[in-house]
């Protein structure tokens, strides 16, 4: 089963916008992190927030996370054609890491 | 290596054929991982390897799968008597330490098509 669930389903800005990607999970967590997967290709992983941090930073990502909401999102910044990609959230607790369904991210140039 | 390696990285395969499927995770890794991931859906957990133990093997949908890393290091996944509904992209990812407080290293998966 799936914990997280990722809002919107789909999104398509133009380049140099900024996107925004929420995600909403049941159970506790120890950390929460966010992969991109290119089409066919296999997930990279973007960045991870452990359970007692509420922001942070990489590069044009920024990630913050509510644990009273059990809730996360996810910014990036000055969108380009290259972050054309799908994007999950996955939340980590002992031995597994579970998946949400994805949000699908077109930037148009 | 440098990176995860999958094979293949296509199979087709009739319905009721025994398939196996190869991870070769980056060298060193202790946790091993694999998923199912169905078109347009979000990576299923399958099961997880700490060395060659198999903590969690919860997320097996039946007893037709079965994962195995006798060594700590290459994993194998077999599926017996395929059914259609295993057709799914596996994805296999390692991580450095014991644990999944950390990021993990996927490969480019193995697309499964049953026929």
């Known amino acids: 089963s799936q914990q997280g669930e990722e809002d919107p389903q789909a999104l398509s800005i133009q380049e140099g916008e900024n996107a925004t990607m929420n995600c909403s999970y049941k159970t506790s967590i120890n950390n929460l992190q966010w992969y991109r997967q290119n089409s066919g290709r296999g997930l990279v992983h973007l960045i991870l927030?452990?359970?007692?941090?509420r922001e942070k930073h990489s590069g044009r990502l920024r990630v913050t996370l509510d644990t009273s909401k059990k809730s996360s999102s996810l910014l990036i910044t000055a969108s380009r054609a290259a972050d054309t990609a799908s994007y999950f959230c996955?939340?980590?607790?002992?031995?597994?890491?579970?998946f949400g369904k994805g949000t699908k991210l077109s930037v148009i140039p | 290596g440098a990176g995860v390696s999958q094979s293949p990285r296509y199979k087709v395969a009739k319905r009721g054929q025994d398939v196996a499927l190869r991870c070769d995770p980056i060298s060193g890794h202790v946790s091993l991982f694999w998923y199912q991931q169905a078109l347009g859906q979000g990576p299923e957990f399958l099961t997880y390897?700490?060395?060659?133990?198999?903590?969690?093997k919860s997320g097996l949908p039946s007893d037709r799968f079965f994962a195995e890393r006798p060594e700590g290091s290459v994993s194998t996944l077999k599926i017996q008597r395929t059914q259609q509904e295993d057709s799914a992209v596996y994805l296999c990812?390692?991580?450095?330490?014991?644990?999944?407080?950390?990021?993990?290293?996927f490969g480019s998966g193995t697309q499964l098509s049953v026929l």
């Open positions: 390897f700490q060395n060659e133990a198999q903590l969690d």
């Open positions: 927030i452990r359970s007692n941090e």
């Open positions: 996955a939340t980590a607790r002992p031995h597994q890491l579970t």
């Open positions: 990812a390692s991580s450095l330490a014991g644990q999944t407080n950390e990021k993990l290293f």
